[in-house]
Structure formats: structure tokens, C-alpha cells
């Protein structure tokens, strides 16, 4: 038989596989996984993130209420063409100025907004850990669903490898009696393809349980997966006897505890905080201020007057009448190094404070259509409630419905492998004594391979659907602590 590329390197893997499967020395239990999966897996962890973002934006809204104080400084060169205020001449020349300030601002009320969109971010937090803790619900419930597939994989690859054990030991008897001449030839050929295929059902069952051990290591975010098993649990009672629970109980047991509820619940409430912050903008805001500034000149200062003795007076006008002139004696200011930097600064300083008060007239609808908008959303939230509701009721019954149907399933399952069994052993016993040719004993022997394949499915399928039951009435697959 040709065997391609992608089989090839099936039968590598599977090889591979096995060999470490031998060597390994831990098998993970059910609650070991979800631990696992809680404590490591990456969209747990970014849901994590998520809660110390609505913790820091709690800390940005409790900072409204808080003052706010800045403060200034600024040196400046004006080089060229400037005005000396000793004189009032423009002139080349280089200036230096420093400056000091302070100022602070408080908001005394806006509309409650503040208070408003600190109680929102209050809700934040509690809807973010509400959004990990049903991260974690839906992580655990994969965990399991996984964890009960390789269970289910395993004991239908025991059930393949006995199989082929039997069909070898029938194989080989078989030829003995063709030898003999008991039995036709054919009935050996027949045999052997029947030993071909229980092969190729145990390659089948191999890759099925290799891939699903590959999926719960890759939920578990294990970077070292190659020998790793979890170990056999094949218990399939109701051990919390929840189908004694009627529906009705269970869903208002529900209502209670899931999270899904509790998280639209505090949606709504947000939304109804975003509405109350929203109107605040129709209402006046009241603020106060405080500003506190001083400055220095580097520049020369006039420190006295000499009589100019170049140009000693100045025609500045003439007496009406007579056209006498008015003269001015004129006088050369005398120039001295600036004042020191802090007498300037002490000199120099001003204060201002008052209050503030902004009242909304016309905005272009912007607040207008911002309040619409959030009880647009509020009332979205509101549905949204409703739906969760009405999606929790139906998904109660229908969690119920199903358990309850695998539960028959699986019984029924059971009561058909007990009489194929019979029936098998009925045939084994008419085959040996030469009652029976070798395709009606291997169509028999199908109906028990099937049979048993269908117990396998229904039990792990029933044991899966009373997980979800019991995590509608409450019951974790292990107790969740929110960090």
C-alpha cells in the first residue's frame, strides 16, 4: 500500500508520541486542568488587565474632586531691535526676563457630574470582574468539555486495540483450521481484511486522541506538551443529583448566580449613571481659581539724572503772543546694574482669585443630543437584560432536556451493548462449533464494536451535558477566587 506525504508524518507524530507517552510520569486531573487553565491562559490574563484599567480610571474620577495645582517658570533672551525702558529708544540690544508663577483651579459643582461619573466608575470595576469571572465559568466548561473528549478517545482506542487482539487470535486459529481443512480459505482472507481494518481504526483512534490532548494542552497554554496525559476518570454518575432538581428550580437557582445576569444587571446601571452624566451638562458649573505671579529684568535700571552739559536745554514749545521760546533743561540719565534678582522678585508679585461661573446657553445640541443618546443606550441595556433573562430560562430547559435525554440515551446505549454482547458470545459459540462462516460471526461482531463505541459516546456525552447543568444551578467544576 502507497503511503503519502501527510500520513507519513501522522505515523511520525503518532510514534513520536508514543515514545514519550511512556516515559511520562504525571497525569493531570479534571480539577488540575481547570487550575491550570485559570491561572495561565492568555484571554483570562487580558480579562485581568481589563479589571486594573477600571481600578485606574476609578482613581482618574476620585482626582475631580481634587484641586488642581501647577506650577510656571520661563526665562527669555530678546536679542535686536528693542525698546529700552530706561529711556524709551528703540536700540540694538540683548534682554534677559524671568518669570515665576502658580496656579490652582477647583471645581465646586458641575452639574453632580463628577460624583456621578465616580459612582460609574465603581459599577466599571464590578462589571469587569463580573466579565473575568465569566471569562473563567466559560474557560473551565471547555476545560472539561476537552477533558472528557480524551477520556472518551482513550477507552474508544481500548476498545479498538481489543479488538484487533481478538480478530489476531481468531486470525491465527483460523489458519490452523484452514490448514487442517476444516475451514475454506476464504474465510481466512476475510479475516485478514478484517485485521487491516481494525488496524486502520486504531490509526484513526490514535490521531483523534493525539489531537485532543494537543487542544486541551493548547487551552492550558502548556509550552511543554509532548507527554502530556491526564489521568483515567470514567465515572459517569450524577454525583450532586441534579436531575433531581426540576427545571423550573434550577433556572431560578440561576437567576441567582450566573454571571451573565449579574454582568447585564450592572451594564443597565451603568447606562443609567451615563444618562444622570449626561443631563449635568444642562446645568450651570461654579469654579474657583488662584494665580500667583513675579518677574525679574536683567536690564539696567536709571539710577539719577547730570545736566547734560553738551545740549543743556531744549526748545519744547513757544509762548502764544509773543513767540517767546519755552526751553527745558535737559538732563543724562545715569544707569546702574540691575536691582537683585529676588528684591526683584519680592517686589514684583501679584495674586489674583475669584470664581467662575459657566452657564449653558446654546451648544448646537451637542448636550441635548448626548443625553438622547445615553438613554438610546440605556434603553438597549434594558433589552438587553431582558434577553439575558429569556436566554437563561431557555437555556435551562433546553441544559435539562438534553441531560435528560443523554441520561436515556446512555441507559439505553447500555441495555443495547448487554444484549449485543449476548448475542456476540451466542455467535463466538456457534462459529467455533463450525455452525456459523466467518461474515456472520464478523457481522456480529461489528454490531457489539459499535455498540460498545456508543456506550463510550453517550456516557461521556451525558457526563459533559450534567456539567452544564451544574454549573446553571451553581456548581463550579472548581471553586473560582477573584485575585
Not at 341 to 368: C, E
Amino acid at each position: 500500500m502507497k503511503i503519502n506525504k501527510y500520513n507519513s508524518l501522522v505515523f511520525a507524530i503518532l510514534f513520536g508520541f508514543g515514545l514519550t507517552a511512556q516515559a511520562q510520569t504525571k497525569q493531570w486531573t479534571l480539577e488540575e486542568c481547570v487550575k491550570y487553565a485559570l491561572d495561565n491562559n492568555i484571554t483570562i490574563k487580558l480579562s485581568e488587565l481589563d479589571v486594573k484599567n477600571a481600578d485606574i480610571d476609578k482613581k482618574d474620577a476620585f482626582g475631580n474632586y481634587l484641586p488642581s495645582v501647577n506650577g510656571n517658570a520661563s526665562h527669555s533672551w530678546n536679542i535686536g531691535l528693542n525698546q529700552d525702558v530706561t529711556t524709551g529708544l528703540l536700540r540694538n540690544q540683548t534682554t534677559q526676563y524671568s518669570s515665576v508663577g502658580l496656579s490652582a483651579g477647583v471645581d465646586i459643582y458641575k452639574g453632580l457630574q463628577i460624583q456621578n461619573t465616580y459612582r460609574r466608575t465603581k459599577l466599571s470595576i464590578i462589571a469587569s470582574q463580573y466579565q473575568l469571572l465569566k471569562m473563567q465559568e466559560d474557560i473551565s466548561l471547555n476545560v472539561a468539555n476537552a477533558f472528557l473528549q480524551i477520556l472518551s478517545y482513550k477507552e474508544e482506542l481500548k476498545v479498538k486495540k481489543e479488538q484487533l487482539s481478538i480478530d489476531d487470535k481468531r486470525f491465527k486459529r483460523s489458519e490452523e483450521m484452514v490448514n487442517a481443512g476444516t475451514i475454506p480459505r476464504g474465510d481466512l482472507y476475510d479475516l485478514k481484511a478484517t485485521l487491516a481494518t481494525d488496524q486502520q481504526a486504531i490509526i484513526i483512534a490514535e490521531n483523534n486522541l493525539l489531537i485532543s490532548k494537543l487542544s486541551l494542552a493548547q487551552l492550558l497554554q502548556l509550552k511543554e506538551f509532548a507527554d502530556f496525559d491526564v489521568i483515567d476518570d470514567t465515572n459517569a454518575k450524577d454525583e450532586n443529583n441534579i436531575m433531581a432538581q426540576s427545571p423550573i428550580d434550577i433556572y431560578n437557582k440561576a437567576k441567582e448566580t450566573r454571571t451573565e445576569l449579574k454582568l447585564a444587571q450592572t451594564n443597565l446601571e451603568i447606562a443609567e449613571k451615563n444618562v444622570a452624566i449626561a443631563k449635568g451638562a444642562y446645568q450651570p458649573t461654579l469654579s474657583a481659581f488662584y494665580n500667583f505671579n513675579t518677574r525679574a529684568s536683567y536690564s539696567d535700571i536709571i539710577t539719577g539724572a547730570t545736566p547734560n552739559t553738551a545740549n543743556p536745554t531744549s526748545q519744547i514749545g513757544f509762548v502764544e503772543g509773543t513767540n517767546q521760546a519755552v526751553l527745558q533743561n535737559n538732563f543724562t540719565p545715569v544707569l546702574g546694574g540691575p536691582q537683585p534678582i529676588m528684591d526683584q522678585f519680592s517686589d514684583n508679585k501679584g495674586q489674583s482669585f475669584g470664581f467662575q461661573l459657566t452657564v449653558p446657553i446654546f451648544n448646537g445640541f451637542s448636550v441635548r443630543n448626548n443625553v438622547e443618546r445615553n438613554k438610546v443606550n440605556l434603553e438597549k441595556s434594558k433589552i438587553d437584560l431582558e434577553q439575558k433573562s429569556l436566554d437563561l430560562q431557555r437555556n435551562v430547559y433546553t441544559a435539562f432536556t438534553n441531560a435528560k435525554g443523554a441520561l436515556n440515551t446512555y441507559e439505553s446505549s447500555t441495555v443495547t451493548l448487554e444484549a449485543r454482547q449476548q448475542a456476540y458470545n451466542y455467535a463466538k459459540e456457534k462459529y467455533d462449533v463450525g455452525l456459523m462462516n466467518s461474515f456472520d460471526f464478523t457481522q456480529a461482531q461489528t454490531l457489539l464494536t459499535n455498540a460498545q463505541s456508543d456506550v463510550i459516546r453517550t456516557k461521556y456525552d451525558y457526563m459533559f451535558k450534567i456539567k452544564i447543568l451544574e454549573f446553571y444551578f451553581g456548581i463550579p467544576i472548581v471553586p473560582i477566587i477573584t485575585k
